[in-house]
């Protein structure tokens, strides 16, 4: 009985004895670790992704407290845009 454990993408299997065989191997794993890495778009999505999940469990929890953080939120950019214009217009 065989049971063999899954690879991730960005690891070379245990085992290959060819040695061309293990340099593509290794070149695969290297490439794939590389787009890991470098692609931004869905590490910024997969972030933003966890961001909205945690905040919506804490509104769930406390949205009084969630509440409170929109309307500090709210303020300090009104806050910010109008010491911009001020500052301008002067």
Not at 4 to 31: M, N, Q, S, W, Y
């Amino acid at each position: 009985m065989s049971s063999e454990v899954p690879v991730p993408r960005t690891a070379v299997p245990l085992g290959i004895t060819d040695p061309v065989e293990r340099a593509r191997a290794e070149l695969k794993a290297t490439l794939a670790a590389i787009e890991v890495k470098a692609n931004v778009p869905r590490r910024v999505e997969r972030a933003t992704t966890r961001a909205r999940r945690t905040a919506r469990a804490f509104s769930r929890q406390n949205p009084v407290g969630a509440t409170a953080i929109v309307v500090a939120g709210a303020t300090a950019v009104g806050a910010l845009v109008w010491s911009i214009v001020r500052a301008y217009t002067r």
